[in-house]
């Protein structure tokens, strides 16, 4: 056997918007870049689940596949996690996970000494609460993929579920509890859910997948060959900047949108002359999608009324309730089956039983064209972040961050001026012609149209407090020279 068969390498895909989580998650920062289950980001907690996993040959770094909107966002959470050398292959637009996955196969394969690797698609916004059962049933997955099938995971349904599809086992597979997969089913409803979990042989589709990677590429080729020939041609014409894989913009846009369920895995029941077998093995390891706000309260800590309580949170005579603060005190007086989210621009109060049409609330916000959708107000930038504090007519107050060793581009504005106050640490300066240090307490300022640069050249935090004062305080009023990050011109959206 080829010794490359026996690397498992793990690819998690960063897709997704996360809109039932609203008004934590937007668009511009969705759940899985979210600390919702614990101490680590959704992110971090996948990219790290094959930890001790000592039976199999993992590799080194994973493959993640995310927006191209996100890839800072995603590549500084990998390096927080002590992740290093991860390919971030960067979607130009989503398009599913189907395509997702192809692109990262493709990746795989053309990497020197990838040869043929058995691929472990993992969503990056799922929990997993008993590693040790998760790795048991990698191992049991493992042998079956490496030996050429294509493996699901099913969770093990413990309620009649009406927010999931189904997978039908069917016979059993030699070896360690794997079966054959006999059908698929859409989200049911609460009789077919309950007739399902009747009947003992149905479980939860997981979105959890294994596959060598030659595997599947002949599959997809072969069950939608749209997708093959629009991501091999996408990935043909890609370009590499250090640690990102961006394929051909146009050539992925034009790419049809599937998931791995619909165009493979329901596809290979009725091609049997493509030799590929569908297999699922059953999964007990305490999994979530955190798809809903009621899915975060059951998989967090609850107090003896069934409350799960994040931040800063005080309640009386309240059960079975979620209280989330993210920037300020929320009391709770009499509550039941009640979602209460806060956040510093927007407050979800809901029915903990309708957490799933949050999605509905989103979309109307969208309708009306409103930004709460799109982004929060502290925004993350490859440099740091910034929080608009404050603003009314012609003025606008943002608390900004620098990280050590960082630095925004070299820009002007058209519509605004600066005036720049040094909270803590050491900035660098550009004004004009001018370069210079500035210490706390000290301060700039910068006048319409003049050319500028922050730089943080210390080993902390740089904190400044940036008043803007003009006739027009968007962010697409930048002109980028210079950029460290590729933002240049024509580039504008990014601070």
């Keep these: 056997m080829n010794v490359s068969l026996n690397l498992l390498l793990p690819v998690v895909l960063c897709g997704g918007s996360g809109t039932r989580l609203w008004p934590l998650s937007r668009e511009t920062y969705p759940k899985q870049f979210l600390a919702l289950a614990g101490a680590r980001t959704m992110l971090q907690d996948t990219a790290l689940r094959l930890q001790g996993l000592n039976q199999i040959p993992v590799a080194k770094a994973p493959i993640l596949v995310c927006n191209a909107e996100h890839r800072f966002l995603a590549a500084s959470q990998l390096m927080e996690a002590g992740i290093h050398g991860a390919r971030i292959v960067l979607e130009p637009a989503g398009r599913n ?19 043929d690797p058995v691929l472990l698609a993992m969503p990056a916004d799922h929990v997993i609460a008993h590693l040790p059962a998760f790795h048991h049933a990698i191992e049991q997955a493992f042998a079956i993929a490496n030996g050429g099938a294509m493996v699901t995971f099913g969770i093990v349904a413990d309620k009649p579920e009406t927010g999931y599809g189904y997978i039908q086992c069917g016979e059993s597979v030699p070896g360690d509890g794997a ?8 989200k049911p409803d609460a009789t077919r859910a309950q007739s399902y979990l009747d009947a003992g042989n149905y479980l939860w589709n997981s979105g959890l997948f294994m596959v060598r990677t030659s595997v599947w590429l002949k599959a997809i080729q072969s ?24 394929p051909a913009t146009e050539t992925f846009n034009a790419c049809p949108a599937d998931s791995i369920d619909y165009a493979v895995m329901e596809c290979l029941p009725t091609r049997p002359e493509l030799g590929i077998q569908a297999c699922v093995v059953p999964l007990q390891a305490g999994w979530s999608d955190l798809g809903a706000w009621d899915a975060l309260w059951e998989v967090r800590e609850q107090d003896e009324h069934g409350n799960a309580r994040v931040g800063d949170i005080i309640q009386h005579g309240c059960s079975n309730s979620l209280l989330l603060s993210s920037s300020r005190l929320v009391a709770g007086v009499g509550l039941d089956n009640i979602v209460v989210v806060e956040t510093a621009d927007a407050i979800l109060v809901a029915d903990k039983r309708q957490t799933q049409d949050v999605k509905l609330i989103v979309g109307k916000l969208r309708e009306a064209g409103h930004t709460l959708t799109q982004t929060h107000r502290k925004i993350h930038r490859p440099w740091g972040w910034y929080d608009s504090i404050d603003s009314g007519e012609r003025f606008q107050v943002k608390r900004i961050v620098v990280n050590p060793g960082a630095s925004l581009s070299l820009q002007m504005h058209h519509h605004r001026a600066e005036h720049w106050i040094v909270v803590k640490g050491t900035a660098q300066v550009t004004n004009g012609e001018k370069v210079f240090l500035l210490g706390e307490n000290e301060s700039t300022f910068i ?5 500028h640069r922050l730089t943080n050249p210390g080993k902390v935090p740089l904190e400044i407090i940036e008043v803007q004062s003009g006739s027009y305080l968007n962010e697409d009023d930048i002109v980028r020279f210079e950029d460290t990050y590729g933002r240049a011109v024509p580039a504008p959206k990014e601070g």
């Design 223 to 246: 069950c939608r060959p749209d997708i093959f020939a629009a991501c091999s041609a996408a990935m043909a014409g890609a370009q590499k900047d250090v640690d990102f894989v961006r």
């Design 447 to 451: 006048p319409l149209g003049h050319v």
């Design 97 to 115: 996970t189907a395509p997702a996955l192809t692109l990262a196969a493709l990746q795989a394969q053309s990497e020197e000494e990838g040869g």
């Design 179 to 186: 079966h054959y997969i006999a059908s698929f089913a859409e």
